[in-house]
């Protein structure tokens, strides 16, 4: 039988440690029987893990990644929490061994300070892109999907996209049939592909002090203009690979993709609180044209602008519009 190792740090996040568990452990074969052994490991067996609002105790310590045909890395509350060392071994000789190995949320930063995300794209979760790509500069880091798979090296965005990755996973080794059937048990479409978009509502800020923040706020300010590359590199004083440099180390991404993703969070905003109609809100977010505009949304956002607007429009009706 398949096992599934789940690692129990200090400072776990509840949610994340608890999709595994269930995803995997109600998994079912045709003939009904379990398709998983679900573990829960720590770094000591029967030493209480802080998981914030509970504490638990892991059955089993960190002999069981050896055991383990999959480890699950779920995040925890302070990312950049170090890790102790012979965890990171552990994990390094797993990974040595073959055993895959995914990560949940910021689970991401685990993998990536043993190493096991250098030279990979990896995700996580969108407010700690940044962070991760600053520490980890080896990491292509998307913060626009929902997960990427690697092979053996598996990363997800936050919440419930852990889920997603999980599903994947289990269609992976079992099939579609198997897969669908967990996807029910967890009253879960099944159909969410690793290339749909996180839904980012606001751009996370840069840190206090970070050379590129009055860009950021200029950018921010002015994001409704018609700006190229070289405005905005012109702007910052610097050439445009500097500014490229720069930005992907500071923000995980280019700077025309953060002017995007900046707009989008304002027409994300204006579907949300007024009923303006599809073409004036592509203006008002400075695209060049309607259809633009429904392209750009639906590549970040994985939807479209009525689609999210349905979605996440509570307190006034929409407008009209011609977005299809």
């Given at each position: 039988?398949?096992?599934?190792?789940?690692?129990?740090?200090?400072?776990?996040?509840?949610?994340?440690?608890?999709?595994?568990?269930?995803?995997?452990?109600?998994?079912?074969?045709?003939?009904?029987?379990?398709?998983?052994?679900?573990?829960?490991?720590?770094?000591?067996?029967?030493?209480?893990?802080?998981?914030?609002?509970?504490?638990?105790?892991?059955?089993?310590?960190?002999?069981?990644?050896?055991?383990?045909?999959?480890?699950?890395?779920?995040?925890r509350a302070d990312p950049t929490m170090p890790v102790p060392e012979h965890v990171l071994a552990e994990l390094r000789a797993a990974a040595a061994s073959g055993t895959?190995?995914?990560?949940?949320?910021?689970?991401?930063?685990?993998?990536?300070?043993?190493?096991?995300?250098?030279?990979?794209?990896?995700?996580?979760?969108?407010?700690?892109?940044?962070?991760?790509?600053?520490?980890?500069?080896?990491?292509?880091?998307?913060?626009?999907?929902?997960?990427?798979?690697?092979?053996?090296?598996?990363?997800?965005?936050?919440?419930?996209?852990?889920?997603?990755?999980?599903?994947?996973?289990?269609?992976?080794?079992?099939?579609?049939?198997?897969?669908?059937?967990?996807?029910?048990?967890?009253?879960?479409?099944?159909?969410?592909?690793?290339?749909?978009?996180?839904?980012?509502?606001?751009?996370?800020?840069?840190?206090?002090?970070?050379?590129?923040?009055?860009?950021?706020?200029?950018?921010?300010?002015?994001?409704?203009?018609?700006?190229?590359?070289?405005?905005?590199?012109?702007?910052?004083?610097?050439?445009?690979?500097?500014?490229?440099?720069?930005?992907?180390?500071?923000?995980?991404?280019?700077?025309?993709?953060?002017?995007?993703?900046?707009?989008?969070?304002?027409?994300?905003?204006?579907?949300?609180?007024?009923?303006?109609?599809?073409?004036?809100?592509?203006?008002?977010?400075?695209?060049?044209?309607?259809?633009?505009?429904?392209?750009?949304?639906?590549r970040i956002t994985g939807t479209t602008p009525n689609a999210y607007r349905r979605a996440f429009q509570s307190r006034v009706r929409p407008g009209p519009s011609t977005?299809?």
């Amino acid at each position: 039988m398949h096992t599934v190792a789940i690692l129990a740090l200090d400072g776990v996040l509840g949610f994340d440690l608890t999709t595994p568990v269930e995803a995997f452990g109600r998994t079912r074969l045709p003939d009904g029987r379990p398709a998983y052994r679900v573990k829960v490991c720590a770094p000591e067996p029967g030493v209480d893990v802080d998981a914030g609002a509970f504490t638990l105790r892991a059955p089993w310590g960190l002999a069981a990644l050896a055991e383990a045909d999959t480890i699950m890395v779920p995040g925890r509350a302070d990312p950049t929490m170090p890790v102790p060392e012979h965890v990171l071994a552990e994990l390094r000789a797993a990974a040595a061994s073959g055993t895959r190995i995914a990560s949940i949320c910021v689970g991401a930063f685990v993998l990536a300070a043993a190493g096991l995300l250098d030279g990979l794209r990896a995700t996580t979760h969108w407010l700690a892109t940044a962070e991760l790509a600053e520490r980890y500069p080896k990491i292509a880091v998307d913060p626009d999907v929902l997960y990427i798979d690697n092979g053996s090296i598996l990363t997800s965005a936050g919440a419930a996209a852990g889920l997603d990755l999980c599903l994947h996973m289990i269609r992976r080794d079992l099939g579609s049939a198997v897969a669908a059937d967990s996807a029910r048990m967890s009253v879960m479409p099944l159909e969410r592909a690793g290339g749909q978009a996180q839904f980012i509502v606001h751009e996370p800020p840069a840190p206090d002090g970070a050379s590129l923040e009055p860009l950021l706020c200029w950018l921010r300010e002015h994001s409704e203009r018609e700006l190229l590359l070289d405005d905005i590199a012109a702007r910052a004083g610097m050439s445009a690979r500097s500014l490229n440099r720069h930005f992907r180390q500071q923000t995980g991404t280019t700077p025309l993709q953060w002017l995007y993703r900046v707009r989008i969070s304002r027409a994300q905003h204006l579907l949300e609180t007024t009923t303006h109609p599809i073409d004036r809100i592509a203006g008002q977010t400075g695209f060049g044209s309607p259809t633009a505009f429904r392209d750009r949304f639906k590549r970040i956002t994985g939807t479209t602008p009525n689609a999210y607007r349905r979605a996440f429009q509570s307190r006034v009706r929409p407008g009209p519009s011609t977005d299809r």
